[in-house]
């Protein structure tokens, strides 16, 4: 058995120690990164909160002509909120309410989802 000293990277995600105030945090940045570069996102707007106030999303926003449901079939939706859930399972729980509203118009898109 060796040591293999202390570890920074498990799974993606990064470890911070700070021993004389006795944390650790946990980060995802670099997988974020990644997430929002595979979906062409890279360059979006970035806030202090996951979902903003009075944020109104419903049924009647979804696709309601032939044309809108094949323009919404080419965007992968599903497999970008499902790349969100691993990290909202790992380190954000901050994320989890505003993945859970999105994750709920997966099936009936529109531009506003």
């Known amino acids: ?21 006795r944390l650790i945090r946990l980060s995802q940045s670099a997988y974020m990164d990644k997430i929002l570069k595979r979906f062409k996102m890279e360059n979006s707007k970035r806030g202090n909160i996951p979902m903003q106030e009075r944020f109104d999303l419903n049924k009647t926003q979804g696709a309601s002509t032939t044309e809108e449901v094949k323009l919404m079939q080419n965007v992968p939706y599903a497999l970008a909120v499902g790349s969100i859930m691993y990290a ?3 380190t954000r729980p901050d994320v989890a309410f505003a993945q859970n509203i999105t994750i709920r118009f997966q099936y009936n898109l529109g531009e506003p989802n």
């Open 1 to 21: 058995m060796k040591d293999l000293e202390e570890a920074t990277l498990i799974l993606g995600i990064k470890i911070y120690r700070d021993r004389t105030k």
């Open 88 to 90: 909202v399972r790992c």
